[in-house]
């Protein structure tokens, strides 16, 4: 099929849930697409930030057809050895204690949060239950996950949310001190606001928001779907900050394509979904356990993860220096562009027109490329990107 085909039959059969650009992908390697008409394209998008390992690697790609010549999925009424496998590794670069697998980011978002409530309803007799969350946050698209987003644009038609959300200024400790009592369960933080335009939380709000945590027996859970599995340059973000979370949820790179998600807690949260209280039927899937062994494996070595910083910053340089960039903020490849001037989504749609795929978030460009991009992809991208902005 050529686009057209493609775009027609997408009209005619799909559900507008999403606003693509004119663009059908049908196979790459690396970080370099193809589409369906036969140009080629450089990623910096890696799909949101899944495919860590590019397109088409081959040890992926290995790991996950070994694995369905053998047994593809399990329900989880049954052991699966491959989950101890990757749950394992899990705990042993985290220090956390237990995992629970899911699906998605959203998902293990949902997870967080059931764990946070049912741990302060069990210990507090259910007087605790609300969730402090930030202004600007994304947590996801599921009723509840859109109820803890900390953004006005997304409470909207699905009426009515889950309730128990509240929402304190990013960077300001005295707006969290406020909405801290008896009734908070939970405070749950990205500390790179990816969807909210790569906004990096400070340090010290961090440090003093995990220490009104600890005064108030609050829980402190931190999203990592978006800042995880090597994509800032440790494994996980929450390293660089110096913290140790009570939770942290995982996903997007966590399989390196296909649909996994992760919620990774401390001892004392180990054993409070009991059976019955929790559950997925794809959670943990033999297939997607195997790509995240590859994964795990490979983004959690030392080299690699210098090579993402090195890397990180190799493009910061590049685009700091280029026309119409105002400032260049977040860590490792999580990066976002504030611009002088112009619509972000114009810019991206004429990148893609070129031969780049990008993001945006909200006023910025963003950039995740896959970790493994060549620096000649990376200098072709920017190329690309550079021309577009002049």
Same mark, same amino acid.
């Given at each position: 099929?050529?686009?057209?085909?493609?775009?027609?039959?997408?009209?005619?059969?799909?559900?507008?849930?999403?606003?693509?650009?004119?663009?059908?992908?049908?196979?790459?390697?690396?970080?370099?697409?193809?589409?369906?008409?036969?140009?080629?394209?450089?990623?910096?998008?890696?799909?949101?930030?899944? @495919?860590?390992?590019?397109?088409?690697?081959?040890?992926?790609?290995?790991?996950?057809?070994? #694995?369905?010549?053998?047994?593809?999925?399990?329900? @989880? !009424?049954?052991? @699966?050895? *491959?989950?101890?496998? =990757?749950?394992?590794? $899990?705990?042993? !670069?985290?220090?956390?204690?237990?995992?629970?697998?899911?699906?998605?980011?959203?998902?293990?978002?949902?997870?967080?949060?059931?764990?946070?409530?049912?741990?302060?309803?069990?210990?507090?007799?259910?007087?605790?239950?609300?969730? /402090?969350?930030?202004?600007?946050?994304?947590?996801?698209?599921?009723?509840?996950?859109?109820?803890?987003?900390? #953004?006005?644009?997304?409470?909207?038609?699905?009426?009515?949310?889950? +309730?128990?959300?509240?929402?304190? +200024?990013?960077?300001?400790?005295?707006?969290?001190?406020?909405?801290?009592?008896?009734?908070?369960?939970?405070?749950?933080?990205?500390?790179?606001?990816?969807?909210?335009?790569?906004?990096?939380?400070?340090?010290?709000?961090?440090?003093?928001?995990?220490?009104?945590?600890?005064?108030?027996?609050? !829980?402190?859970?931190?999203?990592?779907?978006?800042?995880?599995?090597?994509?800032?340059?440790?494994?996980?973000?929450?390293? #660089?900050?110096? /913290?140790?979370?009570?939770? /942290?949820?995982?996903?997007?790179? *966590?399989?390196?394509?296909?649909?996994?998600?992760?919620?990774?807690? +401390?001892?004392?949260?180990?054993?409070?979904?009991?059976?019955?209280?929790?559950?997925?039927?794809?959670?943990?899937?033999?297939?997607?356990?195997?790509?995240?062994?590859?994964?795990?494996?490979?983004?959690?070595?030392?080299?690699?993860?210098?090579?993402?910083?090195?890397?990180?910053?190799?493009?910061?340089?590049?685009?700091?220096?280029?026309?119409? =960039?105002?400032?260049?903020?977040?860590?490792?490849?999580?990066?976002?562009?504030? $611009?002088?001037?112009?619509?972000?989504?114009?810019?991206?749609?004429?990148?893609?027109?070129?031969?780049?795929?990008?993001?945006?978030?909200?006023?910025? *460009?963003?950039? $995740?490329?896959?970790?493994?991009?060549?620096? +000649?992809?990376?200098?072709?991208? *920017?190329? /690309?990107?550079?021309?577009?902005?002049?």
């Amino acid at each position: 099929m050529n686009f057209d085909t493609i775009k027609d039959g997408d009209a005619e059969y799909l559900m507008s849930a999403y606003g693509r650009f004119p663009v059908a992908l049908v196979e790459g390697k690396g970080a370099v697409a193809k589409d369906a008409d036969g140009r080629e394209y450089i990623d910096f998008t890696s799909g949101i930030g899944v @495919n860590c390992l590019g397109y088409s690697d081959d040890g992926l790609a290995g790991a996950v057809s070994e #694995q369905m010549s053998k047994i593809q999925h399990i329900s @989880n !009424l049954y052991y @699966n050895p *491959l989950q101890v496998e =990757v749950a394992k590794k $899990l705990v042993e !670069l985290t220090g956390l204690s237990k995992v629970f697998f899911c699906n998605s980011g959203a998902e293990a978002n949902e997870c967080a949060i059931k764990i946070a409530r049912k741990y302060a309803f069990e210990k507090y007799n259910g007087k605790r239950n609300k969730i /402090i969350t930030l202004v600007n946050s994304f947590h996801g698209r599921t009723i509840t996950t859109l109820a803890a987003t900390g #953004q006005d644009s997304f409470h909207n038609y699905f009426f009515p949310f889950t +309730e128990g959300f509240v929402y304190a +200024e990013a960077n300001n400790i005295e707006s969290l001190r406020s909405l801290i009592d008896d009734t908070v369960c939970a405070v749950f933080i990205e500390l790179i606001q990816g969807e909210g335009g790569v906004n990096p939380i400070l340090k010290p709000f961090v440090w003093e928001a995990e220490k009104l945590c600890r005064d108030n027996d609050i !829980l402190l859970l931190v999203d990592e779907v978006q800042t995880g599995v090597a994509r800032t340059g440790t494994f996980y973000c929450y390293e #660089q900050y110096g /913290i140790t979370p009570d939770l /942290i949820t995982t996903a997007k790179g *966590l399989a390196g394509g296909l649909p996994f998600g992760a919620c990774i807690c +401390e001892e004392k949260l180990g054993d409070v979904l009991s059976a019955g209280t929790h559950g997925s039927t794809f959670g943990g899937n033999p297939v997607a356990c195997a790509a995240s062994l590859e994964v795990l494996n490979r983004v959690s070595d030392s080299k690699f993860l210098n090579e993402v910083s090195e890397k990180g910053e190799y493009i910061r340089e590049k685009l700091i220096k280029m026309n119409n =960039v105002k400032e260049v903020r977040g860590l490792g490849m999580m990066i976002g562009i504030v $611009l002088e001037s112009g619509d972000a989504k114009e810019i991206a749609a004429r990148c893609v027109e070129n031969g780049l795929l990008i993001l945006t978030a909200k006023t910025l *460009l963003r950039l $995740l490329p896959p970790l493994t991009i060549t620096y +000649e992809e990376i200098d072709s991208g *920017l190329d /690309i990107l550079e021309r577009v902005l002049a």
